[in-house]
């Protein structure tokens, strides 16, 4: 009998190979999945890092911290690790909103 952190864990793994391929397209095509939200995307490229580096911290996050917790809990800082990394790769999606350069001050003479 298959228990519920079992399907929790493939549920997981079926998302993050979803985002993976996603991410990946946006980085070698340039291509983003149509939708309301892709006309806001202005460098796919950088936008597909985001969700690579995303998809990566939220892998590390789900099966080094809550799905694994009961087996190995000495993974607790590696998954902290994780979510940060996850934190950066949704910063990094924000990014990919603005034109390359957009925020940066330029000194007056």
Same mark, same amino acid.
């Given at each position: 009998?298959?228990?519920?952190?079992?399907?929790?864990?493939?549920?997981?793994?079926?998302?993050?190979?979803?985002?993976?391929?996603?991410?990946?397209?946006?980085?070698?095509?340039?291509?983003?999945?149509?939708?309301?939200?892709?006309?806001?995307?202005?460098?796919?490229?950088?936008?597909?890092?985001?969700?690579?580096?995303?998809? %990566?911290? #939220? $892998? *590390?996050?789900?099966?080094?911290?809550? +799905?694994?917790?009961? @087996?190995?809990?000495? !993974?607790?800082?590696? %998954?902290? #690790? $994780? *979510?940060?990394?996850?934190?950066?790769? +949704?910063?990094?999606? @924000?990014?990919?909103? !603005?034109?390359?350069? %957009?925020?940066?001050?330029?000194?007056?003479?």
């Amino acid at each position: 009998m298959i228990g519920m952190n079992e399907v929790l864990g493939i549920v997981g793994a079926v998302v993050i190979t979803t985002g993976l391929a996603i991410g990946t397209a946006a980085v070698t095509k340039g291509w983003l999945l149509p939708g309301r939200g892709s006309a806001k995307i202005l460098r796919p490229r950088v936008w597909g890092y985001g969700t690579l580096l995303n998809q %990566a911290g #939220t $892998g *590390a996050f789900l099966f080094l911290g809550p +799905l694994d917790a009961s @087996r190995h809990p000495g !993974f607790f800082p590696f %998954a902290l #690790t $994780g *979510a940060a990394v996850a934190m950066l790769g +949704l910063y990094v999606q @924000r990014r990919a909103q !603005f034109p390359a350069g %957009a925020g940066a001050t330029r000194a007056s003479s």
